[in-house]
């Protein structure tokens, strides 16, 4: 697991559908400097794509005395379709549908870009800096709880892209079959139970029909504040909470039981409030996985997995993550498993 | 995807809880001889062990002078912990709890062997010799519906074995969180809802409740007669098949959600209905998976999937693919991604 750091730069652009950042990184410093826009999405996509390109050029044309360049890592919001890089209705960049944005970017720019999901870049990087690192695992699933539930998946240290790209949506994985109707066209997915967008939504339907009387005030709440209320004792706040966390232990479940990880990381905001998440999670996830209650620490065939058993843990970067993540997509797996590199 | 065929033979052991199967196999010839035996597990795990190295021993003795030998390979019911190779209360090898299979077999040979669970083998096969080969893909996802409900995940020509040789459990996902109670101690687990022995359950609980007039003899159905009786016109047992459908559907969604993967296939006696499964089965699957929108055959981003898009298909091979699987254990990934492989 151990690999000389390489010695270039490399530049990583996190898009998302409010905010840009794009930020240059070494193996040895880490994040060498970040620069933060606002996504201009009501001036159309053109002028996204030229503030992204501007913020690559800017850093390129500042480092490129100092380093080599590695290569350049686009974060991007899904779905994407790889290796084409063409977008396909993206429910954060509306209006993008079918745009090719990796030809694009490399238009603009003259040099080619490694294109990726938001979801996946932010796994890669929980899985070079953060837990996976921690623990020296080559694999690991993770969930970011945010206004959806985005998911990546690293299999042997490389992200699973599978076929065209769209791997990694376990997010869209049904929980309760005839639940609430989800964006993506199904109903009851994991997204409409432990994002934050579904706390809030669930805390407000609650408070407007009466049934929680701890939520008096409806459309007031964030994810945020319902965890300080659940902390504090608010037993409506802690019962959607404890909800999120029962949706987490089902898909949980599925995916240990399907892909057999040594970790799994939940990352994004909701998962801030991880005491109160977590007594559910773990309640459903021994009940419906056999194969986790024989791996989790201390159980039978637990003792070869690396970090003692099949773990289930909050991710450690934070909202890093998704930057870091794309910086990190240019360097070839082998520099990526390396005990030399660094996040701050 | 083409490779000039190993020369030796191997020998492959399917281990099942009634039937032992050991057979001999070459590329060029595939199954050479197939020695079939009852397993004798009244009789004790020891006398399983005997009667399995017993064939092996025979097949090699006889076939060693005639070909270089490849080796050994065993499919066995699961769980199974790799690499340890060690049995955790195995629902179809009773008593065998904590039994260290391959230890025990190798001791006895004197010669190692590579132990995989049943369904892993039947989707290294389905990859090799089946669907996976006549679409040319790399990677494929197999549900075998029989006793229970059997997973196999193929990724880039390995079998996806997970970090203690779990993975592959997708019949233990949930699809309906407070459905009936599973042997594997979870609750409405895929497996009880589409394996045969499901099939039966729920026709002899409607019929003896009296909700199904058309299944009036308790006890006496079987998955096949149900079969028959749901082409025949039989609204009962076509209802009970289209349930499976649905509950396949349901899980068929997640996996292509989470693995992106460009083939999954349905193998094991239900799987013969397919016809009656398919249309909720695929109702279930569009509903359920923008990413199966996306890339089903014909679909936006379907173009550059090897078979032309996301394929859900019945298994090819049939009842051999457990036997030829295990035949395959030993041979490296280069070996049989040939065009040369053959089954019969």
């Known amino acids: 697991m151990t690999a000389e750091p390489l010695s270039g730069f490399s530049i990583g652009v996190d898009l998302g559908g409010t905010n840009l950042r794009v930020a240059a990184y ?49 974060g991007t919001p899904g779905p994407i379709e790889l290796p084409a890089g063409r977008l396909h209705n993206p429910p954060n960049l509306p209006g993008w549908d079918g745009f090719r944005l990796k030809d694009e970017i490399e238009r603009k720019l003259g040099m080619p870009v490694v294109l990726e999901s938001d979801a996946n870049a932010a796994a890669l990087a929980e899985w070079a800096l953060g837990r996976g690192r921690s623990l020296g695992v080559d694999s690991l699933c993770m969930l970011t709880l945010g206004t959806g539930v985005g998911n990546g998946i690293i299999l042997h240290g490389k992200v699973w892209q599978g076929v065209t790209g769209m791997g990694g949506e376990a997010g869209h994985a049904t929980i309760y079959p005839d639940g609430p109707a989800c964006g993506c066209g199904s109903n009851g997915c994991l997204e409409m139970y432990a994002s934050a967008t579904a706390l809030v939504r669930i805390a407000n339907q609650l408070a407007t029909s009466g049934e929680a009387p701890g939520l008096a005030r409806p459309d007031a709440w964030t994810a945020r504040d319902l965890a ?54 773990f309640r459903e996830l021994r009940h419906r996985s056999y194969v986790y209650r024989l791996t989790e620490p201390g159980a039978p065939a637990s003792g070869s997995i690396p970090g003692g058993g099949t773990q289930v843990l909050p991710a450690e970067l934070g909202s890093e993550s998704g930057i870091l993540g794309a910086c990190l997509l240019p360097f070839p797996v082998s520099a990526l498993a390396s005990g030399e590199v660094t996040t701050a």
């Open 26 to 74: 070494t193996q040895h410093d880490g994040l060498l400097e970040t620069i933060h826009l606002p996504t201009r999405l009501s001036d159309g996509r053109d002028a996204v794509v030229d503030d992204l390109c501007g913020g690559i050029r800017q850093l390129h044309d500042k480092y490129i005395a100092q380093f080599p360049l590695v290569g350049i890592g686009i």
């Open 228 to 281: 300080i209320a659940a902390e504090e004792g608010n037993a409506d706040a802690r019962g959607i909470y404890e909800q999120a966390g029962r949706a987490l232990g089902i898909g949980i479940a599925a995916l240990v039981n399907t892909l057999n990880l040594p970790l799994y990381v939940i990352g994004g905001g909701v998962a801030a409030a991880w005491d109160i998440l977590a007594p559910e999670l």
